[in-house]
């Protein structure tokens, strides 16, 4: 909490940004402190009459016993003891940041791996048809002997632009991969010879 | 084998043909490899890229070069240095540095192990004598020692994190299937109800919050309208997820299908599969991981945990010049990266280490030990701060209990060994059976839909069945669970004794009759485990990444859960038996079946892996439970007696043999009495070897004859008339120097003389310059008589990581002796078919 309130002392000099800055971190900090991030849960199994029950709490690990989390307390005085002995109360702590996180990177990465292979299959090759006609479309398929869509379009558009030298890496790494792309399909799914 | 020899040459020609496009292009080609095109040489483009760092050579190191002895030493300082010495030509040769290319290898090729090693010890030395110079260069080599811990570190961090990702992601998307959280929909279904006071003791995972699919689309939540609807959608979700993950692994890494373990077994004894632990394959394979474990087919995350783990070390390998420029050195890592891959998935370090060497490495030196042991260490931390399942613990199925166990007990344990060794040995031959035919027949065409029909199969038939429907993990946790009062599953569904004493302590869980829950329970496990058992086999080695871990043990856990209620019930309703007498009597609680779960699962997937020392280690971590390692001992060791007599080979050795990978089997003997002139190439039918001499040939004249051939290396010879041997030189080398000497070297033309002699051999005035290649051979060739037995020189290959010996007959060379060689006379030995092995 120490280099909050420095930067809370610097915000007092009148910097906005680290003003700004030591809120948004405070706010995150409190959010974690007050956040659902732990719990303490205690099952009682059946007792008695009394049927087996689940106990949550947002307590301190320090806390997480049988005496603060079970509330109501279902038996009275006497049995209370006898009652706590049987429960069990494990301390769990979380991190919904994290998960949420991951979670939204990974849909995330998996709908932009979607978007580029629908590109690749689809778009690209209407796009190719498109620009340069029909003739040059079936030339570059022989080039490759092969109907696969991802054939080399790049190739076509590489040749008839004349781009920067960064683009035009980019390009040839690009074109370099899709063929070796094509290549282990060609030895993992048509023919074969590895991972079979 | 002809076959694919004539695929892989039409695939160069279409590769000849684009790669001139890609010479238009200067500013790329300057100074890389990709410009030089071969007649006959093979995917120089492919080889650049992803795992061939080898080749990125368009950086100008200030290290020093590959200075290995089979190359010019640079400086002078160490002429001597390695034990392929060098010759002093420096002052006559033209080429100052290395070429490019040379001392790497074609994709599908084998490494040679001893040319690396000594490779890398010559740039040690190096580094070290310049150390004394400078202070620069001591920092230098300081850095250099510390490099391979600091990538240990690195790649701990990576694949852990990873490892993390994959754990909360399947968690999540399993729970998908199911139903949604209302309160943030990237909550599985735990989280969701963190911290609800809903739940109940019957049902705890029940929360407002969490809807079911039938719940958001119908409102309803009970009957059988809204059975259907969730058994729809499941199906809908668990299609949708096995299909985008086998359409992702066609598109983008086809390397990313299957387990991965038998490839890296592979590429650890120095096989080359170029782009296979590339960063394409590790995106794929993570990303698509992720969706074959949630689509609820029935495999697990281990094995490609380990791939996963091996792409992360290949591609930091990069940032290290020790480690990318040399393949022994980075299979090194590769060991070390396996143990990682097994420590994050059951977050078992130890265990982790002792995998890869038991199951994976080819190569494993003390160094290589320390190393894996500070990377599985780095790992698991790393796994454990994200700490991915909320429990604070590494797997989904932690157990803790330490009821003991009595001496009789080890009787079913035995049993349960024996179960597993049978399950191993027709798993395995079922399974080789199935992706043969996947292999041979049409069904290979389909994969994809072979993908969905599997998928849906699976779906279809494990919702109705409550412990198909959950993940492979949840189901061994729930089988490792013993039931305690806590529990409240229907496996816990024993009769409560009426008379519960009022003290309120008494101890109820131990011997207790059967309800009708614990009935329905094991009914649905019988189904589940003959479904199981049936599922896995055609699962495992389909085109998506599938490890073999889970459903194994799932399998085991089943089967020991089962025996061990029997056992349980055996005992209460016997307890006079002579054999409960005396250890198991009225209430004592003397049984636990989640123990015998454990035994299970360890002597099943004992017996599909064979594995031993590493599995109990890793069971143990599980549980944590010492007073269970004899159990765990025991079983696997009878699963692994009972698998090995009907076939010596676990799954991994299987499917390496079915591809045909060149993989000299550490664990198999060699028996035949056959000497090395058996084996030896040329035969006594087939022309003589193709050799060169020292001196005397020309360019035209070498062209020619490495063109005639395929062969991958050529003997150098004093004269063809003594057939003295003098080195060996590599076909790749060969090739690369004499087109770089054309296109950079002034006068080389076909007439030149091609010199590998020390001193150039006084010329014809008017003769063009000689080409020298002394640098580019081996000159200390491994050579054994042709009288050698044949177990003596497998074993040498084995040891020393040998790709081709020569033979000798009275000091003059009669031939040569390749692994692909040895493979085939093993295979026929084995009366199997030697055109089997198809790689180099």
């Known amino acids: ?101 991951t979670i939204i990177m990974y849909l995330s990465i998996l709908g932009l791996l979607l978007l580029y292979m629908v590109y690749l299959t689809l778009l690209e090759p ?71 | 084998m002809s076959n694919f020899w004539t695929s892989l040459r039409g695939k160069h020609a279409a590769d000849r043909e684009r790669g001139s496009e890609g010479m238009e292009n200067p500013g790329y080609c300057s100074g890389s490899f990709d410009g030089l095109h071969h007649p006959s040489d093979d995917d120089d483009d492919e080889m650049v890229d992803i795992a061939g760092a080898t080749l990125d050579f368009s950086s100008t190191d200030d290290v020093p070069p590959l200075s290995s002895g089979v190359y010019e030493e640079h400086n002078g300082t160490s002429r001597t240095a390695g034990m392929n010495g060098s010759g002093p030509s420096r002052l006559v040769d033209p080429l100052e540095d290395p070429l490019p290319g040379v001392g790497t290898y074609e994709d599908f090729n084998t490494i040679d ?33 510390f490099s391979g811990w600091l990538l240990m570190l690195l790649v701990g961090l990576m694949s852990g994190a990873l490892a993390g990702g994959i754990d909360i992601s399947a968690h999540w998307m399993t729970d998908v299937k199911g139903g949604l959280c209302l309160r943030g929909f990237w909550f599985n279904h735990e989280h969701c109800c963190w911290l609800s006071n809903e739940t109940t003791f019957q049902e705890r995972d029940r929360c407002p919050q969490w809807q079911s699919w039938a719940e958001l689309i119908t409102g309803k939540s009970e009957g059988p309208f809204a059975y259907i609807v969730n058994y729809l959608m499941y199906i809908f979700w668990a299609l949708m997820f096995s299909f985008l993950a086998v359409i992702l692994v066609r598109a983008f890494a086809p390397y990313a299908c299957g387990s991965g373990i038998p490839e890296i077994k592979t590429i650890l004894s120095g096989f080359i599969i170029r782009g296979y632990l590339g960063k394409w394959t590790l995106i794929i394979k993570t990303i698509t991981l992720v969706l074959a474990v949630s689509s609820g087919l029935s495999l697990g995350k281990e094995g490609p945990l380990v791939h996963v783990a091996c792409c992360c070390a290949n591609i930091l390998c990069h940032l290290f010049t020790k480690y990318r420029k040399n393949e022994a050195k980075r299979r090194e890592v590769l060991s070390a990266a396996a143990a990682v891959g097994v420590s994050v998935a059951f977050g078992a370090p130890i265990g982790g280490v002792l995998f890869s060497l038991e199951e994976v490495s080819y190569y494993f030196p003390l160094k290589t030990l320390w190393r894996s042991f500070f990377a599985a260490l780095v790992a698991a931390f790393t796994l454990r701060s994200i700490n991915p399942f909320g429990n604070s613990r590494l797997v989904l199925f932690y157990v803790e209990f330490h009821t003991p166990w009595h001496l009789v007990e080890l009787a079913p344990f035995i049993l349960l060994g024996i179960f597993g060794g049978l399950w191993g040995a027709l798993f395995i031959k079922a399974n080789i059976a199935w992706c043969r035919l996947r292999k041979t027949t049409c069904l290979g065409h389909y994969p994809v839909i072979e993908v969905l029909v599997v998928a849906a199969l699976t779906a279809l038939l494990s919702y109705p069945n409550s412990y198909t429907r959950m993940s492979g993990s949840e189901l061994i ?285 006084p010329l014809p005035p008017d003769a063009p310059p000689p080409l020298r290649l002394r640098c580019i051979m081996d000159l200390s060739p491994f050579t054994v008589t042709d009288h050698t037995p044949m177990d003596i020189t497998v074993d040498i290959f084995r040891k020393l990581g040998l790709r081709q010996c020569l033979v000798t007959h009275n000091g003059r060379l009669l031939g040569i002796i390749t692994k692909k060689d040895i493979l085939k006379h093993m295979a026929q030995m084995a009366n199997r078919d030697p055109d089997s092995i198809l790689f180099n």
């Not at chain 1, 340069?132 to 696969?148: A, C, E, M, R």
């Open chain 1, 1 to 101: 909490m120490l280099w909050v309130l420095m930067l809370h002392s610097l915000s007092i000099r009148g910097h906005y940004t680290s003003s700004l800055l030591a809120t948004l971190i405070e706010t995150a900090q409190t959010q974690q402190s007050n956040s659902e991030d732990i719990r303490c849960k205690c099952i009682c199994p059946p007792y008695r009459e009394v049927e087996g029950q689940i106990y949550k709490q947002n307590v301190s690990l320090k806390d997480c016993n049988c005496l603060h989390v079970v509330d109501p307390m279902p038996v009275d005085g006497k049995d209370v003891e006898a009652y706590c002995l049987r429960c069990e109360c494990k301390y769990e702590e979380r991190s919904s940041g994290t998960i949420k996180f």
């Open chain 1, 126 to 196: 209407m796009l190719k048809r498109r620009l340069f006609g029909h003739s040059q479309l079936i030339q570059s398929d022989d080039d490759v002997g092969d109907q696969q869509p991802f054939a080399n379009a790049h190739n076509v558009l590489s040749r008839s632009h004349s781009r920067s030298n960064v683009l035009n890496k980019v390009e040839h790494a690009q074109q370099r991969w899709r063929r070796q792309v094509q290549e282990q399909r060609k030895s993992v799914f048509d023919r074969h010879v590895v991972l079979s």
């Open chain 2, 113 to 145: 192990w001893v040319r690396e090693k000594s490779k890398d010890r010559d740039r040690h030395r190096e580094i070290t004598n310049k150390s004394r110079q400078s202070t620069v260069a001591l920092l230098h080599s300081i850095s250099d020692a």
């Open chain 2, 477 to 761: 946790s729930e089988l490792f669970n013993d039931c305690s009062l806590l529990d409240s599953s229907q496996l816990c569904g024993y009769k409560q004794p009426a008379n519960t004493s009022d003290t309120g302590v008494d101890n109820s869980l131990a011997d207790r009759p059967a309800g009708p829950g614990l009935y329905t329970a094991l009914w649905q496990l019988a189904l589940a485990l003959v479904f199981k058992m049936m599922i896995t086999v055609i699962t495992f080695g389909m085109k998506v990444p599938s490890g073999l871990f889970i459903p194994s043990m799932a399998v085991g856990a089943i089967a020991g859960r089962l025996l061990g209620v029997g056992m349980e019930q055996l005992a209460y309703y016997n307890h006079d038996a002579v054999i409960f007498k005396g250890w198991c009597s009225q209430g004592a609680d003397c049984i636990t079946p989640g123990l015998y779960a454990m035994v299970g699962a360890a002597a099943c997937l004992g017996g599909v892996t064979r594995m031993t020392v590493s599995l109990v280690v890793i069971m143990f971590e599980l549980t944590g439970g010492l007073e269970y390692i004899v159990p765990l001992m025991a079983a696997t060791m009878t699963s692994k007696w009972v698998a090995d007599a009907f076939g010596r080979e676990g799954i991994y050795e299987a499917h390496i043999r079915l591809n045909g990978y060149p993989f000299l089997e550490p664990k198999e003997e060699f028996e035949h009495s056959s000497l090395a002139v058996d084996v030896m190439r040329p035969r006594r039918m087939d022309p003589t070897l193709a050799v060169l001499t020292q001196e005397g040939m020309t360019v035209g004249e070498v062209e020619s004859l490495v063109e005639s051939t395929h062969f991958s290396g050529f003997p150098v010879v004093v004269s063809s008339e003594s057939q003295r041997l003098v080195g060996f030189v590599l076909r790749r080398d060969l090739l690369i120097s004499i087109d770089n000497a054309r296109k950079r070297q002034d006068g080389i033309v076909s007439a030149s003389q091609v010199v590998f002699t020390e001193h150039t051999p």
